[in-house]
């Protein structure tokens, strides 16, 4: 995977000379405001504070579904998925009743593993220290009982943690690269005993999607009601993963894993006043070379299109995918074979559902 230099200019020039591709995503950055803090509900001291406590640092094996919503702007949606936690390993599934997933994430032996539609895994890396479930879960706090309420028919004491101590988000999959004005509420179930029942937490955060501020809640629990045995495992053949934190973009990639022998180019430059439609076609105008249909379509939750170039001289085919993040037009543009253009097509797409903007 190569990174091109920016510039409207030396993007085409670079499309014109080069040959491979990749694609582009993300979510925006909304400069942090004045926050109002919100008020901790009423609350009395836990009995069982310091067996919870106990008992949350050596937590074992337990699993449950999530119940809970995501508010979007205007937009409800119901949550539901599973969690599973071994020790510090741990699996996390969440979509949303659109069957959009929102995470989909395994932690085995200290590395992190994420997947866009639950077939494809990326080799994320090391996962930060103290970010796993069970780390959040350990560092709860364990002395304010707000009181007693049922959750999937699963009725303990609410024992709050204070706003902001932990962060729920990353522990449970969902990259935080973009958001602004983050605040997460954890909550600990448990029985009278100090038993932990579950866990859940209300979060919020804001993102520019589509060129639009949003403001994004959400409010889940997990109560460990599952009885099976935990069976956690890393993935076979995960795809390789690059973060360019000076472009701002991250991207999956199959390297030798993958179904075509395709490259991948990438780069940004300032998006100026012209629309996505209008920068797309003045890039392809300006490579001179043989384009099919542009067709529109999302990447990383901001509008993108997608345009397949063959190239006489080069004697390669490849798609071109260009999205619009803030004020930066993306570009990827994956390249290979013309003999494998169908499969290459495919490949593409798989490879544009794993971007991030990461700034």
């Known amino acids: 995977m190569t990174h091109l230099p920016s510039g409207s200019g030396r993007l085409r020039t670079a499309l014109y000379v080069c040959v491979t591709a ?13 926050r109002t803090a919100t008020p901790m509900p009423s609350t009395v001291a836990f009995a069982a504070s310091s067996k919870l406590a106990a008992n949350l640092a050596s937590l074992g094996e337990v699993s449950g579904p999530i119940h ?4 979007i702007g205007d937009e409800q949606r119901q949550l539901s998925g599973t969690v599973s936690i071994k020790g510090k390993e741990s699996q996390v599934k969440v979509v949303d009743d659109k069957d ?51 959750v999937d028919e699963v009725t303990g004491h609410k024992i709050l943690t204070p706003t902001d101590v932990v962060d729920v988000a990353p522990a449970l999959g969902i990259d935080t690269w973009t958001f602004d004005d983050e605040s997460t509420t954890l909550r600990v179930w448990a ?61 999956g990639h199959p390297g030798n894993n993958g179904s075509t ?8 430059f300032p998006a100026g ?22 067709q529109g379509t999302t990447v990383g939750s901001e509008p993108a299109t997608v345009t397949p170039i063959r190239r006489t001289q080069e004697k390669d085919y490849g798609l071109l995918a260009i999205a619009v993040h803030e004020t930066v037009a993306y570009w990827v543009f994956v390249v290979g074979s013309p003999s494998e253009a169908a499969k290459l097509d495919d490949q593409a797409r798989l490879i544009l559902s794993t971007v991030e903007f990461t700034r």
């Open 22 to 34: 990749a694609i582009v995503s993300g979510c925006g950055l909304i400069q942090s405001g004045p």
């Open 68 to 71: 809970g919503t995501m508010t």
């Open 100 to 150: 959009a997933i929102i995470a989909d994430e395994i932690i085995v032996g200290g590395h992190r593993y994420t997947s866009p539609d639950d077939v494809i895994w990326i080799d994320r890396g090391r996962e930060p220290a103290g970010a796993s479930i069970a780390e959040v879960l350990a560092a709860a706090g364990t002395t304010l009982d707000a009181g007693q309420g049922t």
């Open 191 to 251: 029985d009278a005993t100090g038993k932990p029942l579950g866990f859940g937490a209300v979060m919020s955060w804001k993102v520019t999607l589509g060129g639009t501020a949003k403001t994004v809640t959400s409010d889940l629990d997990v109560m460990f009601t599952y009885t099976s045995p935990v069976d956690i495992a890393a993935p076979d053949s995960p795809w390789q993963w690059l973060e360019d934190k000076p472009t701002g973009i991250a991207i």
């Open 261 to 268: 022998s395709d490259s991948v180019f990438y780069g940004s």
């Open 273 to 294: 006043g012209e629309s996505l439609d209008q920068g797309t076609k003045n890039v392809i105008d300006s490579l001179g070379t043989q384009a099919g249909d542009t």
